[in-house]
């Protein structure tokens, strides 16, 4: 077991590094200039020589490679260029309401879609096509129209809560979840029918293995085998689909973002494109692709709990 | 050749997957939608009443009108003229990222299905790394350079979406490339990549098609997020950046959100449901399902019914002296729902009157070949037949009591306690997740009612009697660290750990070695005796019924065609299937000597 995730994380940390690394020569390379970007259209070809200069753009790009990644190594990620502010300080500021909104859809989707799932498994009909109906509408609608209208119906009309702004935890855990229960919302639904639908199918599939009728055949009650034996058989799949959804609210996030105003790594990735500010695209590709690692992670050791295969070898 | 290949392409059947498709009409609905969506927006020119980027301030946000059928926006732009345009920014954008994920993922998943080696490898874990990022935030790092004209960020969603495609292309590949006739092509000297495109390539197509129909509602989503976001051409009408501009103007006038955000919705769903009705069309799986599926889950209790007609259809061979049977059948049917072409629900007997006793102590063979019924009778009895079977019978009584009619909860708890069953596939018959000791100890705590030490104590003994030498080890062993010969060793101690009065075992050596077979029948009939236990042995081998059994009933095509003591059977064969039976069996076979082997009874 030990062996088994200390073998995920290395693949892990190579999976990070190889897109970090990745990325940061196809900026470079691409020819973007954070100099030029910092200092907007009108700055003279002086000026923005000079920054360069004072950037270290002009070194070779293998050099720059180097002190990016070993400062990054340290955890010091560097300065904005446009901001000249530490692009570690902009993330601590920033993640938190991005994480917030990712890993709540993530658990909301976890719990409500597994609760659709298993209903809709076991009651085949009006439910089942209810299920199918939600799941095209939770695929086709965008998640930040749906973001927008729940804005329009419970914050501008209803006034139940807030439309837009972030409240930090520890400033009024109430304040909160008041401000971020709309973009979970918003965000979570498609990962709710995903989810839903997943494990709907395996469970399906699970309960139609000769172990399930064998297990039935010794008397224990079905209710029992479908929450024991069949749901812990189901599981696998979903959890994929699970990590995979992560992946998807990280994405949507950046987009329902801007619908509720909240200051997350969406605004700050995008103002950085503009400004061609490469540290900190940099800084908001390592975090997010190190998250990513890690709930990938978290879904393989919980894979290799379910499943004695890859934890008894 | 020609003719070789299409007679071995077996997935695809256009014409008759066109017939399917043309009698879905929810399929039908859907791809009338995307057509007129196609042409509305490619002769946008033609059709639009303004030019949609007319500007009149003093038409600002006009409620909808014969002259703006669907209003103003807030720069007194004719919202109708807007929305026809904008399908063409994602027409476009969902063709280029079709295009590229088509490009990027069908050959690498060929090559790497057909080829596999080391490039399937590089290949895969490239396609777990693209699955691992966030696609915004690598569309925000292309357009940092590349700018956010439609080409780079579509092809960059495009390449993210390209596992895919790559994951479909491949499995369906490695699946077809096992089939026998790839390696028959192979031998008749047809190249590789002609086979490639001959074979894969058409068995591909469809399910292709079924994702790419997903995936170009991925694109439209995923174009009208980034316009969204401020990533597009402002003066390109789209219905992303429609959204945007709504979305500014949203406390004045909230209601310009509804007409591009169902412009998006219409059209993604119908991409969705019509790729769902392909799938159902060339019957492959698929997410979500356009017609009714039956599959269930709980309360599966196939209750057998009375049947209707209680004398008029007794079987042909009546079943004679089984007044005091521990298992009394009589005239069982056992019949599936079929739907056929046409659409038209039949309903197919694979059990057709079949009557039969057991009595206490006694082995009854039932015999036949594969499909005739024999399963079908055996699950029947134990009430474990799938949902959709439906069952009948004219009585069927265990110990005196009547089975008809019994509800899930009453079958429940008879089973295990007083009948049990040994299947035939031991590996597939246990739980890959638990370990033999909860799969044996949990039934019996359900069953009996007793204390999870006692059952545990129980079960290391079952396991003993059954002949396991380390049965501490085997406890605490998962089904696939165990031999085959072992795990249905488990599979009996399971089956009579509840003291059964009947057994029914459903060819219990048929996946065994030839040498762990003896020894699994002895041990069958060694627990039959101790326990004086009734046993209905389903077997299509007259080797082991000659061994073992009392009394032999044969079945074909869902009937009973004859009943008989075993000695009787053998030595005079009353119907022209048996006597075939037989002659199978023994032409050829070293003789078992089938008078003498029923010693003993």
Known sequence: MVAFIARRLGAGIVLA?????????????????????????????????????????????LEQYWDWLSHALRGDLGMSSAQNTPVIELLVTRLPVTVSLAVGAV???????????????????????????????????????????????????????????????????????????????????????????????SVITVYRQDYVRTLRSRGLPARKILFTNVLRNAAPPALTMLSLQ??????????????????????????????????????????????VVLVNLIVDIAYAALNPKVRVS | MTEFATATVRVNRPARGLRRFLRNPLGIGAAVVLLTIVIAAVFAPFLAPYDPNLIVLTQALQPP????????????????????????????????????????????????GFFAKWFDGVASWVSNLLMSLPEILIVIVVITTLGSGLAPTMITIGILASPDLFRLTRSVVIGVREELYIDAARVSGLGNARIIFRHVLSVVAGPLLVRASFVFGLAIIAQSGLEFLGFGNPER????????????????????????????????????????????????????????????????????????????????????????????????????????????????????????HVNRGEILGLVGESGSGKSQTSFAILGLLP?????????????????????????????????????????????????VASQLVTPMRYALGISRAEATERARALLARVGIPDTKRTMASYPHQLSGGMAQRVLIAGAVSCDPDLL????????????????????????QRERNMAMILVTHNFGVVADICDRVAVMQAGHVVEQQPVRDLFASPQHDY????????????????????????
């Open chain 1, 17 to 61: 590094y190889v897109v970090v690394t990745g990325m940061f020569f196809f900026l470079k390379l691409t020819g973007s200039d954070p100099a030029r970007g910092a200092l907007g259209l009108y700055a003279s070809e002086d000026q923005v020589a000079t920054r360069r200069e004072q950037l270290g753009l002009n070194r070779p790009i």
């Open chain 1, 107 to 201: 658990l909301v989707a976890a719990i409500l879609g597994s609760l659709f799932g298993i209903l809709a498994a076991t009651n085949p009909g009006r439910f089942d096509r209810g299920l199918q109906v939600v799941m095209v509408l939770g695929f086709a609608l965008p998640n930040f129209w749906v973001a927008i209208i729940l804005a329009l119906v419970f914050a501008v009309k209803l006034r139940w809560l807030p439309a837009t702004g972030y409240i930090q935890f520890f400033d009024s855990p109430l304040g909160w979840l008041q401000t971020i229960t709309l973009p979970i919302i918003a965000l979570s639904i498609g990962s709710i029918a995903a989810i839903a639908q997943q494990l709907r199918n």
């Open chain 1, 246 to 291: 992560f992946i998807a609210a990280m994405s949507g996030a950046a987009i329902i973002e801007r619908v509720f105003a909240l200051q997350g790594i969406g605004s700050v990735a995008i103002t950085a494109s503009g400004n061609s500010d490469i540290q900190v695209i940099m800084g908001v590709l390592l975090f997010t692709v190190l998250l």
């Open chain 2, 65 to 112: 009108s014969p002259e703006h059928w669907l209003g103003t926006d807030a720069s007194g732009r004719d919202v109708l003229s807007r929305i026809l345009w904008g399908g063409q920014v994602s027409l476009q954008a969902g063709v280029i990222m079709i295009a590229t994920a088509v490009v990027v993922g069908v050959p690498t998943g060929l090559v790497a």
């Open chain 2, 237 to 356: 009408p789209s219905w992303g950046g429609m959204l945007s501009e709504a979305f500014a103007t949203f406390f004045r006038a909230p209601e310009l959100v509804f007409a591009p955000g169902a412009a998006i919705g219409l059209t993604v769903m119908s991409l969705v449901i019509f790729g769902a009705a392909i799938a159902d069309a060339i019957g492959s799986d698929n997410a979500v399902a356009t017609r009714g599926t039956r599959a269930t889950v709980s309360g599966s209790a196939t209750v057998i019914e009375r049947a209707e007609s209680d004398e008029s259809t007794v079987a042909e061979t009546s079943d004679s002296g089984a007044d005091d049977a521990l298992l009394r059948v009589e005239n069982l049917r056992v019949s599936y729902p079929v739907s056929s072409d046409k659409g038209v629900v039949a309903d197919r007997a694979v059990v057709d009157g079949v009557s039969l």
């Open chain 2, 387 to 435: 949902p959709e079977a439906m069952v009948s019978a004219s009585a069927v009584s265990l110990a005196g009591d009547s089975l008809l009619g019994s509800t899930e909860a009453q079958l429940q708890k008879l089973r295990g306690v007083r009948m049990a069953y040994v299947p035939q596939e031991p590996l597939s018959n246990l739980d890959p997740s638990f370990t």
């Open chain 2, 504 to 527: 029914i075992a459903d060819e219990p050596t048929t996946a065994l070695d030839v040498t762990v077979q003896a020894e699994v029948l002895n041990l069958l009939r060694e627990l």
């Open chain 2, 578 to 601: 048996t006597k075939m039976l037989l002659a199978s069996t023994l032409e050829g076979a070293a003789p078992r000597g089938p008078l003498v082997a029923g010693e003993g009874s």
